[in-house]
């Protein structure tokens, strides 16, 4: 059984959640005040039928478009993202171009493989910081996972350097429209808020990474399979019209991905696609009707971004001369492969899932116990709140609209801080949370044991909170 490992830990995540709402009363807030509404259990069916709930449209995240009307977003939509990646990456593999690409790169960074791991973690972790764009990492660390296990690093070494490193910048997010976005909006804060704090709390986060990829690493020359990745042997096609076709399409959904109005306010992205919406011939129009219905530029999701790349495998495919059954054949092995991957996301979602559909929650029950325990005190309160909340739901929209209803009372001067609280320890419990669905993709993706991961970052953790938290002091009393 050593190989479901990871099945056991989520199982018995999930059954702790459950037994939690078993014992704990529920509770909802009304205009700043918290109100018990008595223990409302969470039963097997509620969990075992989340899968036909999840793909529900009743169950999900909101999104506030420049006009004010509100558009549904199911969380479904990462996983058909990461279905479209694997498509890609299973394409990808019958090019002789990628594997060309990764064993170029491979060799001209191996006298100095140190640098280019902490160069990848931290470009990573700034991408995060200044973005949020999550997916679209996702959609390229297959890519920087094959060249850094060619290089020999473990998995583990791999596993913190990418998808790590994104948790990192997350700590530090600094204009990451998932994170500082609906801070601001929900919180009623300007983004540049507390910048100096989240610049400083990012500068600190990366050189703490750093330390550790370079005492920790470690290359063991394995020669396990890549996940994929395959070797191709002399391969003679050029990846020159591979890295043209990659960069374009990696630039076009991180503009369009990117929530310029829920971070800046800035609508002209928005205007452009109902401008090009708009373009007829006579009354035909044109652009309407060949694409159908789209998410509008700038609120792109999974859904969106799914059918880009999509389009990006099938031009790759024509540009190489992939046959259609071959492409087929591809797919499906890119695919399958992702497969596992995305079983243990939609686990990973139990909590986050179930918490988003309900009103009343145990969780606010717990919050209202350290708000009013606690006194005015700010950072203790936020810090425990957050790191318990994090822990079943590392959606940060909803740690946000949560803890804004417990943090009514707080003084709004201190709303800068508790916004850089939840950022930090969100993004730190997000490093070992079961119930982190990208954490929880890479531990499956690189097949690596939730003990033996934990055993590995225990130590960054205890860094990493003990120098957030004296920031923290020295953000609200000396700064």
């Not at 509620?46 to 009743?58: A, E, I, K, Q, Y």
């Not at 993004?427 to 079961?434: N, Q, W």
Request: glycine residues 6%.
């Amino acid at each position: 059984m050593k190989k479901y490992k990871l099945l056991k830990v989520m199982l018995v995540f999930i059954l702790v959640f459950m037994l939690l709402s078993w014992f704990i009363p529920a509770g909802i807030y009304e205009d700043g005040s918290y109100t018990s509404n008595g223990v409302q259990a969470i039963g097997l069916f509620d969990v075992l039928l989340l899968p036909f709930r999840f793909f529900n449209w009743d169950v999900i995240n909101k999104t506030l478009y420049p006009d004010g009307s509100i558009d549904l977003i199911s969380y479904s939509s990462v996983l058909l993202a990461m279905l479209a990646i694997g498509l890609l990456y299973g394409v990808l593999n019958a090019t002789e171009a990628y594997s060309r690409l990764v064993e170029t790169i491979k060799n001209k960074v191996e006298k100095h493989s140190i640098y280019f791991l902490v160069a990848c973690s931290i470009i990573i972790a700034l991408i995060s910081a200044l973005t949020g764009l999550n997916l679209v990492i996702m959609f390229l660390i297959p890519f920087i996972i094959a060249i850094l296990l060619r290089l020999g690093y473990s998995r583990l070494d791999v596993m913190l350097a990418t998808i790590g490193s994104m948790f990192i910048g997350q700590i530090g997010s600094l204009y990451a429209y998932n994170i500082n976005g609906i801070g601001h909006l929900i919180y009623d804060i300007d983004i540049n808020a507390g910048i100096i704090n989240r610049v400083l709390l990012l500068a600190v986060s990366l050189l703490i990474l750093v330390a550790y990829l370079v005492l920790k690493s470690k290359k063991d020359n394995s020669k396990e399979e890549i996940p994929l990745y395959q070797v191709v042997k002399s391969p003679k096609q050029s990846f020159v019209p591979l890295l043209v076709i990659g960069s374009i399409f990696t630039i076009i959904i991180a503009i369009f991905m990117y929530s310029w109005y829920y971070t800046f306010g800035i609508t002209s992205i928005h205007d452009l696609y109902q401008n090009m919406m708009n373009v007829s011939i006579g009354n035909y129009a044109i652009l309407k009707n060949i694409f159908g219905v789209m998410e509008p530029f700038g609120y792109w999701t999974g859904f969106t971004m799914a059918g880009v790349l999509t389009i990006m495998s099938i031009l790759i495919a024509f540009i190489y001369s992939i046959s259609f059954d071959d492409f087929v054949d591809a797919a499906k092995s890119g695919i399958s492969k992702m497969l596992k991957v995305i079983f243990y996301m939609l686990l990973a979602f139990v909590p986050i899932v179930v918490l988003a559909s309900t009103e009343s929650s145990f969780m606010y029950t717990i919050m209202n116990f350290f708000v009013t325990s606690m006194g005015k005190l700010v950072i203790l309160p936020v810090t425990i709140i957050t790191m318990v909340f994090s822990l079943f739901n590392v959606d940060f929209f909803a740690l946000s609209s949560y803890t804004s209803l417990a943090f009514a009372n707080f003084d709004s001067a201190n709303y800068p801080l508790v916004v850089i609280i939840l950022q930090a320890i969100n993004g730190i419990v997000s490093l070992f949370t079961p119930a982190s669905i990208f954490l929880v993709a890479g531990l499956a993706y690189l097949d690596i044991p939730y003990t033996k991961w934990l055993r590995y970052i225990w130590k960054l953790l205890l860094i990493l909170i003990v120098v957030c938290m004296l920031l923290f002091v020295i953000m609200q009393y000396l700064l």
